[in-house]
């Protein structure tokens, strides 16, 4: 059964896929008016500038920026990849959107993002903790691909 905080902490990443598919819209939008990569940089400039913000407001027992900077070089080089694998992701999204509708980029997105997932779990990728992959979770997997035909079916 699930606890009371696993039922909160997926209901936040629900909140944050709805999310997904509400900014994947919206950068289509910018996208069409502006261009795609554009509106690729002008997203991800607001979002370092929301980010900056929570930064310096809501940062408790901060160090300040000094405090930050000492801990970089401890971070993995690879870790970094997240900046510009979200640009791609952002380009993706409002480039597919146009072309599929919202509800097609949007099972594709969650198809691939959920084989990708069980893929680093399954194999403890990234700094992950290995979590095997079982019969249940491919069950799952397959009535996910049999919902997408079926979503995707014209």
Same mark, same amino acid.
């Given at each position: ?26 950068? #289509? ?5 502006? !261009?795609?990569?554009? %509106? /690729?940089?002008?997203?991800?400039? =607001?979002?370092?500038? &929301? *980010? ?41 999204? #409002? ?5 599929? !509708?919202?509800?097609? %980029? /949007?099972?594709?997105?969650?198809? =691939?993002?959920?084989? &990708? *997932? ?37």
């Amino acid at each position: 059964m699930f606890s009371g905080e696993k039922i909160l902490f997926l209901l936040i990443a629900g909140v944050a896929g709805a999310l997904m598919a509400v900014q994947g819209t919206l950068n #289509a939008l910018a996208g069409k008016i502006v !261009g795609l990569i554009q %509106a /690729t940089f002008i997203v991800n400039l =607001l979002g370092s500038v &929301t *980010a900056g913000l929570l930064l310096c407001f809501f940062n408790p027992g901060a160090t300040g920026f000094g405090g930050i900077l000492q801990k970089i070089p401890s971070v993995p080089l690879y870790a970094w990849l997240g900046g510009p694998i979200g640009v791609a992701i952002i380009y993706g999204v #409002a480039v597919s959107i146009p072309r599929l !509708g919202v509800g097609m %980029a /949007t099972t594709g997105i969650i198809t =691939l993002q959920l084989l &990708t *997932a069980y893929a680093i779990d399954h194999f403890g990728l990234l700094g992950r903790e290995h979590l095997p992959f079982n019969w249940i979770k491919l069950t799952g997997i397959l009535l996910l691909a049999a919902g997408s035909y079926l979503l995707l079916k014209k």
